[in-house]
C-alpha cells in the first residue's frame, strides 16, 4: 500500500450542511506534507462507495474520522469496521467529542487503531510520522493520543497546552473546494442568504459537570484574535459574498475585549451574526458594548441557562456567577436592545425521589414561562438532561448510583436509542419515568407551538397565526397532555427544532 490518507467527516444532519470545520483544521495540519483526500458524508450521495474505491486503488493507508455523538455514529462505526474488513492493513484514527469522552469503549473495539484526544494540530502530523517511520516506541511521548500497547494496555498520553491559535496553518479552504464547491455550504438561514460556519477559538474556561466540553479541554479556553477572525470572514466576504456568520465555538463572549474589537472590525460589512456564551460573563458588558454588537450585526445569542433553580446550578457545578435572577435580569437587558436570547434549559436532573424529580421539571416549565413574560422575542431551546458527567464529578458519582451506564460495546451505540440519547430527546435515564418525559415533551409543544422559534423563517404570518391560536389555551392553562393538534401541524409544515437539527436552512 502507498501511504494516502482520507480524511472523513461522517454524514450529521438531513438537511443544508455547514462547511466540516473539524476535518479542515485536521488538514490544516499536515497540508503540504502529507497526501491526503477529504470525503464528506453530508455532501455524499454514497460516501461508502467514495471511500471504497480511492481503497481499492491500494493508494491508500489511514482512514481518519471525525466522530460526534449521535447520527455521526451512522456512518463512523460501520464504514470504520468495513474498511478494517476489507482492507486489514489499513491504519484507523479517530478524533471528536465522541471518541475522547468515550475513549474506552472506542479504543477497545478492534477496528480503532488510535485517538486523538483533543486538539490534534500537533498529535496528527506526529502520529503520521511516528507510524510512518515505525518508530512504535516514540508513541509515549505524542501528547492527546490514545491507543493500546502491544500488550493491550489501554495508554492515554498526557494532554497538551492549547496552542496559540493565530500561529495554526490556514484552513485549507481552497482544497476543500477542490472536493466540494465551498459554494455548497453557504446556506439561506434566518440570519441571512449565505450564511457561513466558523470556529474562533477552542475549549471554555468553566468546568460545568455535565458538558462534554471539560474533560476535552478541563477548564482552558485559547481564541484566534479578532482581527485574525476578521480577516477569515473577509476573504469569505470578498469571495463569496456571505451575509451571516454561526460561530460554533464553546464560548465565543469569553474575552470581552476580543468581541469588542470583532465588532468595531465587522460594523459596517453587512453581515449578521449569531455564537454562544454565557450569560453571567456577557451580563458584565455594559448596554453600549450590547448596542455595539447589535450594530455590528450580532441578532441571537445562544446561553446555557440550564435551569432557573440555583441549587440545581450548584449540583450541576455551572460555576461562574450564574442565578435564577441573574438569567431573568439578562432577558430583560436585552429586550430593548434587540438581540435575541437563546436559552437552552436542561430539565429531568437526578434526585433523592421521583417527587422531587418532577417538582423540578415543573419549577423550570413554571420558570421559562417567566422568562417569556419578561421577553417574549427569547428562544427557549430544552433537553432532557442526558449525563455527560465529568468522571470524579458529585453529580457523576449521583447518575452512577442511580443505575445509569453507557454502553459497553462501541456497536451498542448504533441502537436508535442511543442516537435519540445523543440528541438528548430520549435520557434513558432510570429516575426519569415517561409520566414526567411526557411532561417535558408536552410542555414543549405547546410552548414551540404558542412561541414559535424564529429560526424557521417560514413559520411566520397565517401559519404563525394558526399555530398561536391553537396552542393559546393550553399554555394558557398549564394543560399540556395530549397536544395533538400541535404535533399535526408541526408536522404538516415540518417544523424545525434547532436543539436537533439547527437553524432551518435551504
Not at 163 to 189: G, H, I, V
Not at 341 to 359: C, I, K, N, W
Request: charge should be neutral.
Amino acid at each position: 500500500m502507498a501511504h494516502k490518507i482520507i480524511i472523513f467527516n461522517p454524514r450529521s444532519a438531513d438537511a443544508k450542511h455547514r462547511i466540516p470545520n473539524s476535518i479542515l483544521q485536521v488538514g490544516a495540519s499536515i497540508y503540504g506534507h502529507y497526501d491526503f483526500t477529504f470525503v464528506d458524508g453530508n455532501l455524499e450521495k454514497d460516501p461508502w462507495g467514495k471511500i471504497q474505491t480511492y481503497f481499492k486503488t491500494g493508494e491508500y493507508k489511514y482512514f481518519c474520522s471525525t466522530v460526534m455523538p449521535g447520527p455521526q455514529l451512522k456512518q463512523a462505526i460501520p464504514f470504520t469496521k468495513k474498511i478494517k474488513e476489507q482492507f486489514p492493513e489499513t491504519v484507523t484514527i479517530w478524533g471528536g467529542y465522541f471518541a475522547s469522552n468515550q475513549y474506552k469503549v472506542s479504543i477497545e473495539a478492534p477496528y480503532v487503531d488510535y485517538i486523538v484526544n483533543g486538539p490534534g494540530d500537533v498529535t496528527f502530523p506526529e502520529l503520521l510520522k511516528t507510524l510512518e517511520s515505525g518508530q512504535l516506541n516514540d508513541l509515549p511521548n505524542i501528547m492527546n493520543l490514545i491507543y493500546k500497547d502491544e500488550n493491550g494496555t489501554v495508554v492515554r498520553t498526557k494532554k497538551e497546552k492549547l496552542l496559540n491559535q493565530d500561529s495554526l496553518p490556514q484552513l485549507p479552504y481552497a482544497y476543500l473546494n477542490s472536493f466540494y464547491k465551498l459554494e455548497n455550504y453557504l446556506s439561506r438561514t434566518f440570519l441571512g442568504s449565505k450564511t457561513f460556519s466558523y470556529h474562533s477559538s477552542l475549549g471554555c474556561p468553566f468546568t460545568c459537570s455535565f458538558c462534554a466540553v471539560v474533560p476535552i479541554y478541563e477548564g482552558r479556553w485559547k481564541a484566534k484574535s479578532a482581527q485574525t477572525v476578521y480577516n477569515d470572514v473577509k476573504y469569505f466576504k470578498d469571495n463569496y459574498d456571505i451575509d451571516a456568520i454561526e460561530f460554533h465555538d464553546n464560548n465565543f463572549f469569553t474575552s470581552r475585549k476580543r468581541v469588542i474589537e470583532f465588532s468595531e472590525l465587522i460594523k459596517d460589512d453587512g453581515i449578521t451574526w449569531w455564537g454562544e456564551g454565557r450569560i453571567d460573563t456577557i451580563n458584565k458588558y455594559s448596554d453600549d458594548d450590547l448596542k455595539l454588537m447589535k450594530d455590528a450585526g450580532c441578532k441571537m445569542i445562544f446561553l446555557g441557562a440550564e435551569t432557573g433553580n440555583d441549587d440545581i446550578l450548584k449540583q450541576i457545578n455551572k460555576g461562574g456567577t450564574q442565578t435564577g435572577q441573574g438569567i431573568k435580569d439578562f432577558a430583560a437587558r436585552l429586550y430593548p436592545i434587540g438581540i435575541i436570547p437563546e436559552f437552552s434549559f436542561v430539565l429531568g436532573m437526578p434526585a433523592d425521589t421521583p417527587e422531587q424529580v418532577m417538582a423540578q421539571i415543573d419549577w423550570d416549565i413554571n420558570f421559562i414561562k417567566e422568562i417569556k413574560e419578561i421577553n417574549p422575542d427569547a428562544e427557549i431551546i430544552i433537553y432532557l438532561y442526558s449525563p455527560v458527567a465529568t468522571e470524579g464529578s458529585e453529580l457523576y458519582e449521583q447518575i452512577q448510583q442511580a443505575g445509569f451506564s453507557f454502553p459497553k460495546k462501541l456497536d451498542d451505540w448504533l441502537d436508535p436509542a442511543w442516537e435519540n440519547f445523543d440528541l438528548r430527546k430520549n435520557p434513558l435515564t432510570p429516575w426519569l419515568t415517561p409520566k414526567m418525559v411526557d411532561r417535558i415533551m408536552n410542555f414543549e409543544t405547546v410552548l414551540n407551538g404558542y412561541y414559535p422559534t424564529a429560526s424557521d423563517f417560514r413559520i411566520k404570518g397565517f401559519k404563525k397565526t394558526v399555530l398561536r391560536s391553537i396552542s393559546k389555551f393550553r399554555y394558557k392553562t398549564g394543560i399540556y397532555k395530549f397536544p395533538y393538534e400541535i404535533k399535526a401541524l408541526h408536522k404538516l409544515w415540518k417544523y424545525r427544532q434547532p436543539e436537533i437539527q439547527g437553524f432551518y436552512s435551504e
